[in-house]
């Protein structure tokens, strides 16, 4: 009986430190809008902004974190590196805003 505490309880320690895997946002660039206008995501997390219009647009961050160019119709990913908030917009079209949360 011992020996199924102990194996258990190993199971239970390896489980515990085996890190939470991580996650993908999508992002969808359509009609000159970006859907979700405000998302949250972790550090490590995969970003993935999809841009079904027929016109090039961009996640260009204002704190210069980052500037994905997505042509037309295309998918673009980005694993976030640091946490905080970044505003981000297309540069060709600075009326397509939205800001991304990220935790540590």
Not at 61 to 85: C, E, H, I, Q
Request: charged share 20%; proline share 7%; aromatic share 6%.
């Amino acid at each position: 009986m011992s020996g199924r505490i102990a194996f258990l309880s190993t199971i239970v320690l390896v489980a515990a430190s085996v890190p939470a895997r991580a996650a993908t946002i999508q992002i969808v660039m359509d009609k000159l809008e970006i859907s979700p206008a405000a998302a949250s995501a972790k550090v490590g997390d995969t970003v993935e902004w999809i841009n079904k219009d027929a016109l090039v647009h961009t996640a260009t961050a204002r704190n210069g974190d980052f500037d994905v160019t997505l042509p037309p119709n295309k998918t673009m990913s980005l694993v976030l590196k640091k946490p905080g908030a970044v505003d981000y917009y297309c540069r060709f079209h600075p009326n397509m805003k939205a800001t991304l949360k990220v935790a540590p």
